[in-house]
């Protein structure tokens, strides 16, 4: 018996890197053994932005075939891209209906993103928590694994499935719970310790993408920034050295161990010794994703089939929550 349903979400940037793979797809990879896995490449959300239409087709596909080549197998978790399923956007309205304008104007991430040009931001970016929302909850979802930054939105989630509830009279949403992991592993820019990795960044060499090849990973590493120091026996020793914590931290996160017992094994060796033993560590959990995402992207119509089977999965959840939302609310069918 699973412990609940999971459903999350992932942008379809393109460029998915270490930090993802460590800060996320890992635990949503194990999340399969105990729960009821949902998860979706959220290719609504991307067109809050312009996005070249062939782009945005190929980054949804790369995206998919990170996600199954990491682990997340389709006969476990239903794997979709969310425009097959027009569910999602038919309760986002009716939640439009259901959220409030303060709710939405204390989101800090469209204050980022839409920064000094508000005006000009697009109803969508404006709007998409409440897709957020109805993402989670057209899957009567228990819990949501989220990163710091998603914490509001999940927040803002459960406001909307109370507010419904009341409003109608109904006890039908649920209030999803958040998932965060303490494993998760924050992983920083291989050139600047104290940012984290990202995949909009404009130098290649501050990331390691997981469609890097061995020679590219081992390159990037020998390239991260360091400084001349030892690796010490502790892990205070590390505190005023972010990018030496940084890698450290890697290492711990690609072999499942504490960074305080890597730092034991490395205490008085140099960077010298390290990267290499590094370089060899991520070239044996990454290059493996690598090739089999490869070889998804060269069978495109499996690919394709894949999503259409979880799009049917998906759907044959979420119609029935539908159909009952709309009797809730009103709507003659």
């Known amino acids: 018996m699973t412990k609940g349903r999971i459903f999350s979400g992932v942008q379809p940037t393109g460029n998915l890197h270490l930090g993802n793979y460590l800060g996320a797809i890992r635990?949503?990879?194990?999340?399969?053994?105990?729960?009821?896995?949902?998860?979706c490449v959220v290719d609504l959300h991307a067109i809050t932005v312009p996005q070249?239409?062939?782009?945005?087709?190929?980054?949804?596909?790369?995206?998919?075939?990170?996600?199954?080549?990491?682990?997340?197998a389709p006969q476990k978790s239903i794997l979709f891209n969310q425009s097959r399923v027009p569910q999602h956007a038919?309760?986002?309205?009716v939640f439009n209906c259901v959220a409030r304008l303060g709710w939405l104007n204390r989101m800090t991430q469209f204050k980022e993103k839409a920064g000094k040009n508000r005006e000009n931001a697009t109803v969508g970016l404006y709007a998409y928590p409440t897709l957020m929302a109805a993402d989670i909850l057209v899957y009567l979802a228990t819990h949501v694994p989220v990163g710091e930054d998603q914490k509001?939105?999940?927040?803002?989630?459960?406001?909307i499935a109370l507010a419904f509830n009341s409003m109608f009279g109904v006890d039908f949403f649920p209030t999803p719970e958040p998932l965060i992991y303490k494993t998760a592993a924050r992983v920083m820019n291989l050139r600047d310790g104290s940012s984290k990795m990202s995949k909009s960044d404009d130098s290649d060499f501050t990331r390691i993408n997981l469609t890097d090849s061995s020679e590219m990973i081992a390159q990037k590493i020998k390239k991260a920034k360091t400084d001349p120091e030892p690796l010490p026996a502790e892990m205070?020793?590390?505190?005023?050295?972010?990018?030496?914590?940084?890698?450290?931290?890697?290492y711990a996160g690609l072999s499942g161990r504490e960074e305080a017992a890597?730092?034991?094994?490395?205490?008085?060796?140099?960077?010298?010794?390290?990267?290499p033993a590094l370089a060899d560590l991520a070239i044996e959990v990454i290059a493996p994703i690598g090739a089999?995402?490869?070889?998804?992207?060269?069978?495109?119509a499996e690919l394709d089939r894949l999503l259409d089977h979880g799009a049917e999965q998906a759907a044959a959840i979420a119609a029935p929550v539908l159909d009952e939302v709309k009797q809730i609310v009103g709507f003659v069918r």
């Not at 038919?90 to 309205?93: I, T, V």
């Not at 089999?292 to 495109?300: A, H, K």
Request: with cysteine.
């Open 27 to 39: 635990n949503w990879v194990a999340l399969q053994a105990d729960f009821e896995t949902i998860y």
């Open 52 to 72: 070249d239409p062939a782009r945005l087709q190929q980054a949804t596909r790369e995206v998919a075939a990170c996600l199954i080549a990491s682990g997340i």
């Open 90 to 93: 038919e309760l986002a309205w």
């Open 152 to 159: 509001q939105h999940l927040e803002l989630t459960r406001d």
């Open 236 to 250: 205070a020793g590390l505190a005023e050295r972010p990018e030496a914590r940084n890698l450290i931290g890697i």
């Open 262 to 275: 890597v730092l034991a094994d490395f205490a008085g060796q140099g960077f010298g010794k390290f990267k």
């Open 292 to 300: 089999r995402m490869t070889e998804l992207l060269e069978d495109r």
